[in-house]
């Protein structure tokens, strides 16, 4: 045990005199966006990709159908852009849906 008064240790000061403290760097770096895609194929029908739009995405059913007819004609199309956690949570909510009415119907993202 050492003394109060021991040399290995610096007394500690009543308050923090002399002390400087910085104000953080502001945050320079918007956060990355990311488009959640859905990809057409052959099998899915079209009423549940729009349902998925309506559900997932909260389009309106004139929204959705355009959405879902471009995916079917171009191959992929846009539902949304968020940032990284929310696309992960939309990705991963619309393929668990889709899978549980065994439709093979996928959702992927992309940095915006
Ligand atoms: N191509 C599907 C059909 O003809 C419809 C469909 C549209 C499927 C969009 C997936 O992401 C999709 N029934």
């Known amino acids: 045990m050492s003394s ?3 040399p290995e240790k610096p007394e500690k000061p009543e308050h923090d005199i002399g002390v400087v403290v910085e104000a953080a760097q502001p945050e320079l770096d ?5 488009k959640v895609l859905l ?6 029908p079209m009423d549940f990709v729009i ?3 309506e559900t997932f995405f909260t389009m309106n059913k ?6 879902m007819l471009h995916v079917h004609t171009r191959g992929k199309g846009v539902c949304g852009v968020f940032s990284r956690q929310i696309a ?5 909510q619309v393929n668990a849906f889709s899978q549980a ?3 093979p119907l996928l959702c992927s993202m992309e940095e915006a």
């Open 4 to 6: 109060p008064d021991s």
């Open 30 to 34: 918007e956060p990355r966006l990311y």
């Open 39 to 44: 990809l057409n194929d052959d099998f899915t």
């Open 51 to 53: 349902v998925i739009l």
């Open 62 to 67: 004139e929204t959705a159908t355009q959405v």
């Open 88 to 92: 992960e949570t939309k990705v991963n």
């Open 101 to 103: 009415h065994q439709h």
